[in-house]
């Protein structure tokens, strides 16, 4: 049994714990060969792969990152034929035969999942896993990388809290998440912020402000703002993206913490500092929770392998791991509800979301 394993996408906590999973399975319980391949799909476009050894997968548990590489090669291009002349889904099939692969695995988000489809429905036997820090997979509790995640951006709150109440003043800290706030919402909850602005909620300024203002009436003169960096003003939403990204253009703020901190030194009288943690938030050895998921989700894909069940992406569903339909998952987008539970209970202890 032959089974090519790639990863694609952003990168984040948890790869390596879920390759090693499907390797040490594979070869436990299946006559096995793993092909690597480098760099994501462009791996397999071009071809680049190496046969891996048993001893490549030891010692990587704890490894942030990923050993295979990656890269991102947006779906919507894969039908595409670039300058290059290369037609990608045609070079993929023939590079997966010609590794005389049995199956492929795919680690990878929303993207790798789209174009993990198309390969399936090309005939192709392919199995993906859900990974990325922002838990926007549809079909799955959990991604694997999502609560490293969390732990990282509550552990970068705690920090400018004492910073924040020493110096009382607002702190507005910009959480990684476009389209998802999953991990502003975990973070913002769990550091205690008194602000959660999500991309799924337009927010009002002048609310945020009057949440910094009833603070300081309170004689708390500082304030944490939690936002995601996909956030939108109630003004913004009204707009084209092309509209948006035009009026940003001229901005001299770029991102949205600092355009909220600018914001708010205007309509408040309070001090305002943004903060940006950025690819931290993606980088180091997966926190407990998510070595163990990325290892259960790696197993269930050498177990799917063995019982011969393709076209599958695997999930945790309701606490135990399980699979979907690729055709199921692929491009479902799983924002945060803003009646989900979570975000009420936020509610009910005065977190304001800015709406
Ligand atoms: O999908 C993971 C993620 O970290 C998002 O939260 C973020 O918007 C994006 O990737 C950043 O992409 P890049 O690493 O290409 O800058």
Redesign the pocket.
């Known amino acids: 049994m032959r089974i090519g394993i790639l990863t694609s ?2 990168d ?1 906590p948890g790869l390596n714990a879920a390759i090693r999973g499907v390797a040490r399975a594979a070869y436990q319980t299946l006559d096995a060969e793993i092909v690597g391949i480098r760099a994501g799909y462009r791996g397999l476009i071009d071809g680049d792969y190496q046969v891996m050894q048993q001893s490549q997968f030891s010692g990587i548990l704890t490894m942030g990152g990923t050993i295979l590489g990656t890269s ?1 090669t947006p779906f919507r291009d894969m039908r595409l034929v670039e300058e290059d002349n290369v037609d990608k889904v045609h070079a993929m099939k023939m590079n997966y035969r010609s590794m005389r692969l049995d199956c492929l695995v795919t680690l990878g ?1 929303n993207g790798t999942h789209k174009t993990a489809n198309l390969l399936s429905q090309e005939g192709l036997n392919v199995i993906g896993l859900p990974k ?3 838990n926007d997979i549809y079909g799955t509790d959990f991604t694997f990388g999502f609560h490293t995640a969390v732990d990282i951006a509550t552990d970068v709150i705690d920090r400018i809290h004492t910073t924040a109440a020493s110096h009382n003043r607002v702190m507005v800290i910009e959480i ?3 389209k998802a706030g999953w ?1 502003t919402l975990y973070a913002g909850i769990a550091g205690g912020a008194d602000v959660i602005l999500l991309p799924e909620i337009p927010y009002d300024i002048n609310k945020v402000a009057r949440v910094v203002d009833e603070r300081a009436k309170n004689k708390k003169y500082f304030t944490i703002i939690a936002v995601a ?2 956030a939108l003003s109630v003004e913004e939403t009204q707009m084209k993206r092309k509209e948006r990204e035009a009026l940003w253009e001229g901005d001299p703020f770029k991102s949205v913490a600092q355009r909220i901190a600018a914001q708010l030194t205007q309509i408040t009288s309070a001090e305002c500092r943004a903060v940006i943690p950025g ?1 931290m ?2 980088g180091g050895s997966p926190c407990a929770y998510d070595r163990v998921l990325s290892t259960e989700f790696g197993v269930r894909a050498a177990q799917l392998i063995r019982e011969g069940r393709f076209g599958l992406t695997v999930a945790l569903k309701e606490g135990r791991i399980s699979e979907n339909k690729l055709e199921d998952v692929a491009g479902v987008p799983k924002p945060v509800d803003p009646n989900d539970q979570t975000v009420i209970s936020a509610r009910d202890i005065n977190i304001s979301f800015g709406d």
Do not use: A, P, S
């Open positions: 996408g952003g984040c991102r988000g990325t820090i922002d990684m998440g476009n991990l960096e996909g690819h938030q993606r």
